[in-house]
């Protein structure tokens, strides 16, 4: 039997796929950046950045 | 009568023809589009550094490049304003930001020369998830990434020059991928220029290189003449070479994170994690193992490897050139002789050509394993990107988040954008960058200038940590200076045509700041915003309109980018993109 294709829905297959991995990486890498600051600035200093 | 064209189809049949052919590379773009960009793409407004959108933005002085700073919005910002106008800025500003990542992964696995899914894939997600992608998306340069993103598309026209490929969809789609290179300015276009000539130059395709050029001259003229017309001299403070210079964000040094895409100089923007040995080490053998699969692999004709290998080579040259003392004064020189060598400041930018060829190289090394090894090495071979930096995923950790402008920048920006008079607006307090509360307090570059239609001027000076780095404008220096004087400010400022005084006064330094305008009328007192006008004598003619220096370059542009993309104009399009004259070129 020929197999018929989807592109619509292999689209959304791939991209729930892609979420879900992401998903996976962000929680395989959460004990890296569990004790870590996000780099927002608490007080007002205005410095575009730090070296 | 009308024949329907055999070769042409109802664009739908084309449209399933093409996703059928490219499917692994459109799910890998909607695919890191939703993960990374997934918490953001909601309603509001993406503030952080560079990163500015204001609602119902004006086509104002910033646009034109026409308000004295150096045009480092042009052409971008016209982009930006036009699609906010059309879509809303919100919407326009996650358009972009998707956009430019959705064109780099389908253009980097599209280029790879590569048949099977898992190796597109993989040099999809090389070029989009990595160090450098992290860092300019931390900066919030959407523009730099847009550049960046045509990268893979301008090389894949350099493919089809060289191997002399017959002109089809393909070659127009390379074209027009290719375009938005100038969005990322002329440190893009500098990195084009790495990336594709060194390619063309070896194989000897002289015509389709001046044809290259020219199209990029005729891109960049907007900026060209926006340079030019405020003088072309640009007094660049050279303590920006090291301040902007690569640093070590990994223990391999300097050159060993700038091998792996990373060094980008501002620590914060520098992904977590890289700093430890293990991570460095594996995206030093992952980066390795790409450019050795790149260099070793037969697939390209030596002119395709070497030339992007070259263009890789002179970009890691310039990356690290300022983090090296006598390639630092080397380029303190350069920029005090050179008005537009300034582009090399803050060099990592130049990495790009070393990010395709590691993507093309593991797309390949992935190819070669899809047939010898097992899935589950495959696999890992493929998500290898995004095992060695899981903190790209879901808006950098949560690190991007939308926020939405307090009412009163709208009442303001209604105020002053309404008044027919001229004069130029001046932004306080004195600081290039602001910090807001209700944004999370993250550093973002002051919206006034991209909120009103008039000129805006602010300080245009950066500070790296304690260095401050001072700006280029020379309408800035001279409003600091009358600013710095004692006294009301406000007759010296009448004098060089402000017609209004901008005070956000929820931000540090802003406490007295009215009270030095003795004689200025207070407009409007709006929640964190205070608007004064000046009286007294001085300059004050009606609004200028857009100006000739910008309708020239727009409408060179305009013209190069008809040329490039209609097909009436097909034997135009040929002279100046598509390198057609291959042929001639051969002989």
């Known amino acids: 039997m020929k197999a018929s294709f989807n592109p619509l829905l292999t689209v959304i297959i791939a991209a729930a796929v892609g979420a879900v991995l992401g998903i996976l990486a962000v929680s395989v890498g959460t004990s890296q950046l569990a004790n870590t600051t996000p780099a927002k600035v608490d007080q007002p200093i205005i410095v575009y950045g730090e070296r | ?587």
Not at chain 2, 140 to 152: D, S
Not at chain 2, 209 to 233: E, K, S, Y
Request: positive net charge; glycine residues 12%.
């Open chain 2, 1 to 587: 009568m009308h024949r329907p064209s055999p070769t042409r189809g109802p664009w739908r049949r084309r449209a399933a023809a093409g996703l059928r052919r490219r499917w692994p590379e459109c799910a890998l773009g909607f695919g890191v589009v939703l993960v990374i960009l997934g918490p953001v793409l909601g309603p509001g407004y993406l503030l952080r550094y560079d990163l500015v959108f204001v609602p119902d933005p004006p086509f104002g002085a910033m646009v034109w490049g026409s308000d004295g700073a150096l045009p480092r919005a042009v052409p971008s910002e016209l982009l930006a304003v036009g699609l906010s106008r059309l879509i809303g800025a919100d919407v326009a500003q996650k358009v972009l930001l998707a956009g430019a990542l959705l064109l780099a992964a389908v253009g980097a696995a599209r280029l790879t020369p590569v048949g099977h899914p898992a190796a597109r894939i993989a040099a999809g997600l090389c070029y989009v998830w990595n160090p450098w992608v992290y860092g300019r998306l931390h900066l919030g340069q959407w523009a730099i990434i847009a550049g960046y993103a045509a990268l893979p598309w301008a090389y894949a026209w350099v493919v089809g020059v060289i191997r002399a490929q017959p002109a089809g969809v393909g070659r127009r789609a390379a074209i027009a991928g290719g375009l938005p290179v100038v969005l990322g300015g002329p440190a893009l276009v500098l990195a084009a220029v790495l990336t594709c000539a060194p390619a063309l130059v070896l194989a000897r395709r002289w015509r389709a290189l001046a044809a290259g050029g020219a199209t990029l001259v005729g891109l960049t003229l907007p900026w060209q003449l926006a340079f030019l017309d405020r003088g072309g001299a640009v007094d660049l403070d050279e303590r920006g070479i090291a301040a902007f210079a690569a640093r070590a964000d990994t223990p391999l040094g300097v050159l060993g994170s700038v091998l792996t895409l990373g060094g980008v100089w501002n620590r914060h923007a520098a992904p977590v994690g890289r700093d430890q040995w293990p991570v460095a080490l594996f995206a030093l053998a992952l980066a390795t193992s790409a450019v050795a699969a790149f260099l070793l692999s037969r697939r390209w004709p030596p002119a395709l490897r070497w030339g992007l290998a070259i263009g890789a080579l002179l970009g890691i040259v310039i990356a690290v050139a300022a983090a090296w003392p006598p390639g630092e004064r080397m380029l303190v020189g350069l920029v005090e002789h050179v008005p537009v060598a300034g582009i090399v400041r803050d060099g990592t930018r130049m990495l790009a050509p070393l990010a395709l060829l590691q993507a093309v190289g593991l797309g390949l090394l992935v190819q070669s394993l899809v047939t010898s090894a097992g899935r589950a090495a495959t696999a890992i071979l493929v998500l290898a990107p995004v095992l060695v930096l899981p903190g790209m995923a879901w808006g950098l950790t949560g690190q991007l988040d939308t926020v939405r402008y307090p009412p009163e920048w709208a009442s303001v920006r209604a105020v002053v954008n309404d008044d027919p008079a001229g004069g130029s607006l001046v932004s306080l307090p004195w600081s290039s960058f602001r910090a807001y509360r209700w944004a999370g307090n993250v550093p973002v570059l002051d919206p006034a200038p991209r909120a009103f239609r008039r000129p805006v001027v602010g300080d245009q000076d950066v500070l790296v940590g304690r260095e401050r780095i001072r700006g280029e404008s020379r309408a800035a220096e001279r409003v600091a200076a009358a600013l710095a004087g004692p006294g009301d400010p406000g007759p010296a400022l009448r004098r060089l045509d402000v017609r209004y005084v901008l005070i956000q006064t929820d931000q540090p330094g802003a406490g007295g700041l009215e009270g030095r305008f003795i004689d200025a009328d207070l407009v409007r007192r709006d929640g964190a915003l205070t608007l004064l006008r000046l009286t007294g004598d001085g300059p004050t003619p009606a609004q200028g309109g857009i100006g000739t220096v910008p309708v020239m370059g727009y409408s060179v542009l305009t013209a190069t980018l008809l040329i490039a993309l209609l097909r009436p104009t097909k034997r135009l399009r040929r002279m100046l993109l598509s390198g057609h004259l291959v042929g001639r070129d051969r002989q």
